[in-house]
């Protein structure tokens, strides 16, 4: 073929390529700040709030340095107290998730222990792990996946333990090896795993039915000083909380970096030691802020 001829061709394909429309890029996903609260029904000020909770209609908040489970209300673009309790054996709550009956499922930081609490904000008493073989087991923290399933992240095994909510343990997830601090995790809808590791700042995955987690990103460490906690919508993205950093890093179901969103300090809008995350499944993201005794609600755009 003759050089006239190549650079022909060439020409044509350049020309097509210009008029070829671009190819999907990841769109960034951005946080548009909402509701601050400060304060339960009663006036009194959040404490080191540490946990949260998202359910259909309200969410739960875990404000450990005073003890108690406040719950909100939650609209469009506004929260609204509802309830406020405290539970004698569950004197440091550090994580709380909804159940199915409007029950409540609450990590006491003293005891290490699940508690289930009812409706009325009265103990049902404590979910305690049993199985073959189980040796101790120490909650760092839990998350109730699709199926109502409950995933301990347990610190004393190593290990992610998946129960039923009467506490019969069905399987375990291995640790990686090279795990530096495993701190939260979370389950998406497809039943796959998240893991957030503060050390190593990376993010490790088991996808649904492994018996190991596994590296998703390689060490964020230009984006992530202290990841604590992490959350996953319904299309898979990831929301990883950066304590120390006093920020959110969204990454794709595939680890794929989506961008960084909001900073650290005092202003509405900012966070400083944001402590939990949760998402209610319309959009709306909220933070717990242990440094500005807050919960921040956001919307996803």
Partial sequence: MSRTVLHGTFGALVLL??????????????????????????????????????????????????????????????????????????????????????????????????????????????????????????????????????????????RVLVLDLSGAVERSIAFPAEAGFLSDLAVDPRGDVYVVDSVGRRVHVARKGEAALAPLTPSLFEDLDFPTSIAVDAEGRLFVADEHGGGVVILGRDGSFRGRQLARGWKDGLLRYPSDLCLDGRGRLFVTERGNNRVQMFEIR
């Fill in 17 to 158: 390529a210009a008029a070829l429309p671009p190819l999907p890029a990841a769109e960034a996903v951005k946080l548009r700040p909402l509701v601050s609260i400060y304060a339960g029904g009663d006036g009194s000020g959040l404490r080191e709030p540490v946990g949260v909770g998202c359910g259909a209609e309200a969410i739960a908040v875990a404000d450990a340095a005073n003890g108690r489970i406040l719950t909100f209300a939650i609209g469009a673009d506004s929260v609204r107290p509802r309830d406020a309790f405290s539970v004698p054996q569950v004197s440091l709550p550090l994580r709380v998730e909804w159940i199915a009956g409007g029950e409540l499922l609450v990590l006491d930081g003293r005891s290490r222990r699940i508690a289930r609490i009812g409706a009325r904000g009265e103990l049902v008493g404590f979910l305690e792990p049993r199985g073959e073989a189980l040796g101790p087991v120490e909650p760092r923290s839990f998350a109730v996946g699709p199926d109502e399933r409950l995933y301990v992240l347990d610190l004393a095994g190593w």
